[in-house]
């Protein structure tokens, strides 16, 4: 395991986790933009020196904040693109959890303007109001779908995400 590497992650995590709250509270995305680009451009670099960074190579923890910096990388869709493609080959490996291929590739979808496949992107009216799940493709084999990649229900998500 890479040590410093999955510091580094922590490190940038905690950062990005930061920012997202501080723009819940001041409606300024402004920093969260700045350490979304720089995370990206760091994990783009991570993954051309050394692919996918699973479980094998930074734990478990580390696996999740790698994913983390992905699904944050909305400013660089290529690049999220390429990132789900090497999950998908690391959730295969059993070298990453199949829920992270699962928002990964929701995210995907909708910054794509395609239905979502697993039901994990919302979206509001800017201000946090009026919070709705975005296009699901199938609705009616959801949470078939979510239990495969070990999410819960549908419904308890949709509960979890209103703050009930």
């Known amino acids: ?26 409606h300024d995305g ?20 050394h692919g996918w960074p699973g479980v094998e190579l930074v734990g478990g ?5 790698a994913w983390l910096l992905a699904q944050h990388a909305d400013l660089a869709p ?22 992270h291929l699962a928002y990964l590739t929701d995210r995907v979808l909708v910054a794509a303007g395609e239905p ?21 493709a199938d609705p009616g084999r959801l949470d078939e779908r979510r239990a495969a990649m070990g999410l819960e229900p549908a419904a308890e998500y949709d509960q979890r995400m209103r703050g009930h």
């Open 78 to 99: 290529a690049f999220q693109r390429q990132a789900l493609e090497l999950l998908e080959v690391a959730v295969a490996a059993g070298d990453a959890p199949p829920r």
């Open 61 to 65: 923890q580390g696996a999740d904040e």
């Open 116 to 136: 979502q496949v697993y039901g994990t992107q919302y979206t509001d009216d800017g201000d946090g109001s009026n919070l709705r799940l975005q296009p699901v």
């Open 30 to 49: 402004r920093d969260m933009c700045r350490i979304d680009a720089d995370n990206t451009a760091w994990l783009q670099q991570v993954i051309a020196e």
């Open 1 to 26: 395991m890479d040590h410093d590497l999955a510091a580094e992650l922590h490190r940038r995590a905690e950062e990005d986790q930061a920012a997202r709250r501080l723009a819940a509270t001041t």
